[in-house]
């Protein structure tokens, strides 16, 4: 498949720099290499390697979901893929899957949800950073996946909105989970999986002790470090730059109202 007029292509040099350009006839990528004109990308193969001005070469790939999230447009501090995508399963998040999901910041983790089958209703406090989300999803997913995202600017802590049918998960990304666990209860499914990012233990000492105060299995925490390999021939070592703490991610379930007996 051809590189296109409207895609996004993520461009890499000898040195491991990459860069993320949307291709437009006629335009042009301007570093430190010179000048590449985006009309010697359009209709190649994703691949091709072209040089810059400077004779500089670069290779034009189309970005993966990752690499769009490091590199998007951003008004707030993103969740890295390295958590978000144990944040799918620890949810367990499947075609359908109807998901409450509150502080969506520039919208990196409201991609992978919506690219994993899911339909997302947003909280988001603030107006700018609901617009900037609805954007990066638009832009890497296309505007039909804003039929299945629905932002609020709303302030979860003020409550939830019932929905028409309960949801099945609730993603939280909040300085004080723990607030919402009560208010989740009302709108999530028996069964339904709660799970919250948050940058610091105390913080997800305190969602377990919420989560300990109400019908909830199976409360528990990890962190996901994250250790790249240095290979080169028969020389192999653990690289000496690791990406170590990000953040926790807490889960647990919805057991339901007590049946009677």
């Known amino acids: 498949m051809t590189l296109a007029e409207?895609?996004?292509?993520?461009?890499?040099d000898p040195k491991g720099r990459r860069y993320l350009v949307t291709l437009k006839a006629g335009g042009e990528f301007h570093s430190h290499a010179g000048v590449l004109a985006h009309d010697d990308l359009i209709g190649r193969p994703e691949g091709v390697k072209v040089k810059a001005s400077r004779g500089v070469a670069y290779v034009a790939l189309r970005p993966t979901l990752a690499?769009?999230?490091v590199k998007m447009p951003r008004g707030a501090q993103v969740i890295y893929p390295k958590d978000i995508a144990p944040i799918l399963m620890l949810a367990?998040?499947?075609p359908g899957s109807r998901v409450l999901e509150s502080g969506v910041g520039s919208g990196a983790l409201s991609m992978?949800?919506?690219r994993a089958g899911a339909l997302v209703t947003g909280y988001e406090l603030r107006d700018d950073f609901a617009a900037r989300a609805r954007a990066n999803v638009a832009s890497f997913l296309g505007p039909e996946a804003l039929e299945r995202y629905d932002v609020h600017q709303r302030d979860v802590y003020e409550g939830i909105d019932p929905p028409?049918?309960?949801?099945d998960r609730v993603v939280l990304d909040l300085p004080e989970p723990w607030r919402v666990v009560e208010p989740a209860l009302a709108v999530l499914r028996p069964g339904g999986i709660l799970v919250a990012y948050t940058p610091q233990i105390t913080q997800a000492a305190q969602l377990h002790a919420a989560l300990g105060r109400g019908p909830w299995l199976g409360a528990a925490t990890i962190e996901v470090l994250h250790r790249g390999w240095h290979i080169e021939g028969q020389i192999v070592r653990p690289d000496h730059r690791m990406v170590a703490h990000t953040g926790f991610l807490t889960s647990a379930r919805h057991l339901g109202a007590p049946s009677g007996g």
């Open 6 to 12: 409207g895609d996004k292509v993520l461009l890499s």
């Open 67 to 69: 690499d769009f999230i």
């Open 112 to 114: 992978a949800l919506l």
């Open 164 to 167: 028409t049918d309960p949801y």
């Open 92 to 94: 367990d998040v499947a």
